[in-house]
Nanobody, 123 residues
């Protein structure tokens, strides 16, 4: 069984930065970050391949501002978020599939989810 625990969210002014972390227990493969704003569907943010993280994929809305990375020795997934905008405000979730499916952007391809961490960007 895989357990995922996110941290690092908070309140930041527009233009600021945050780094989210997701500590994983159990075997993980490719992983992803998603977010959900109030009244909106959960949406893809970024994904990274396994094991070396050679391949990544980003939503157009975060390209050039967010960077996904992983440290397998620490069993931790990261999301570095720079140049934050008010529209980035959401609960951010890390996610992992049961087996290696490559870099996927659909939430249906992920089986395990963390509890989420709130990111609020003020204007």
């Amino acid at each position: 069984q895989v357990q995922l625990v996110e941290s690092g969210g908070g309140l930041v002014q527009a233009g600021g930065s945050l780094r989210l972390s997701c500590v994983c227990t159990g075997r993980t493969f490719s992983m992803g970050w998603f977010r959900q704003a109030p009244g909106k569907e959960r949406e893809f943010v970024a994904a990274i391949s396994w094991p070396a993280g050679t391949n990544t994929n980003y939503a157009d809305s975060v390209k050039g501002r967010f960077t996904i990375s992983r440290d397998n020795a620490k069993n931790t997934l990261y999301l570095q978020m720079n140049s934050l905008k008010p529209e980035d405000t959401a609960v951010y979730y890390c996610a992992a599939p049961k087996n290696n499916r490559g870099v996927r952007t659909s939430s249906r391809d992920y089986d395990y989810w963390g509890q989420g961490t709130q990111v609020t960007v003020s204007s």
